[in-house]
């Protein structure tokens, strides 16, 4: 009866200690680095026993929603968009460090013809050729899409594009070539490389690409400080490096 009653309280001391034992990370990113978060998510619930929960929105967009109070324990956004937040309190600034960086690519549907954009002429002649063109809405707080906005007024080609543009609020421009919406979609490589169906054509040339740099901060409120530190760590190691390559991004 003793052996009993010990084995009973040794499976409830189980059941007490295991899941408290594991914490769940929410884990909010920016949609370039989404895919970088997701790969290295498995390996890392594996090791920990942690439970990480992504969400994914515009750079604009995720300000808006940590300087509204939304609640997380790892945040990934633009080291610009970061600053105010730390000093608002929202994230903590020692714990600030540089990720990656991505530079802003071209797509079109899976076997349709590739356009010539090895030069700042050649792309500027693709955009005025093509029907319609898919970009992140620059409303929306979408780094590529702000970006692109200011370079078609440069290239003097604003007035052309801005008719035949397909805004995408936050997501994968390259959805709508698969869709017939569009016949070209430009977005950061990193979220065009995801989508099913679709050709990468190339990287803006040289002299107008931009690159967009990204840096991970834990939240100033988290309850899970340990935990969101070590995921954290993952994401600036070796494994996380090896991911964003895999992805399409480069070493910040």
């Not at 802003?104 to 005025?128: C, D, S, W």
């Not at 035949?164 to 698969?178: N, P």
């Amino acid at each position: 009866m003793h052996r009993s009653l010990t084995s009973i309280a040794l499976a409830l001391l189980a059941l007490a200690t295991g899941p408290a034992a594991a914490d769940t990370l929410k884990v909010l990113t920016s949609g370039a680095f989404k895919q970088v978060v997701i790969a290295v998510v498995p390996a890392f619930e594996a090791r920990t026993g942690h439970k990480v929960e992504v969400a994914n929105d515009t750079a604009g967009a995720l300000a808006k929603r940590v300087a509204g109070g939304e609640a997380f324990d790892v945040l990934v956004l633009t080291p610009a968009a970061l600053q105010p937040l730390a000093k608002d309190g929202k994230v903590l600034p020692d714990s600030i460090v540089p990720l990656a960086k991505v530079g802003i690519g071209v797509a079109v549907k899976a076997g349709a013809p590739k356009p010539a954009i090895g030069t700042v002429e050649e792309f500027r002649h693709a955009l005025i050729d093509v029907r319609k063109i898919a970009y992140i809405d620059p409303a929306s707080g979408g780094t590529s899409g702000i970006y692109l906005d200011g370079l078609f007024e440069k290239l003097g080609v604003a007035q052309v594009v801005r008719p035949k543009a397909v805004l995408v609020a936050g997501g994968l421009s390259a959805e709508k070539l698969v869709s017939g919406e569009a016949d070209l979609a430009i977005q950061q490589v990193s979220e065009i490389l995801p989508v099913a169906g679709v050709d990468l054509v190339g990287m803006l040339p040289p002299e107008i690409q931009n690159y967009t740099t990204y840096a991970g901060a834990l939240g100033t409120a988290s309850t899970h400080r340990t935990a969101a530190a070590e995921f954290l760590k993952t994401l600036s190691s070796d494994e996380g490096r090896q991911a964003l390559r895999s992805k399409g991004l480069l070493p910040p």
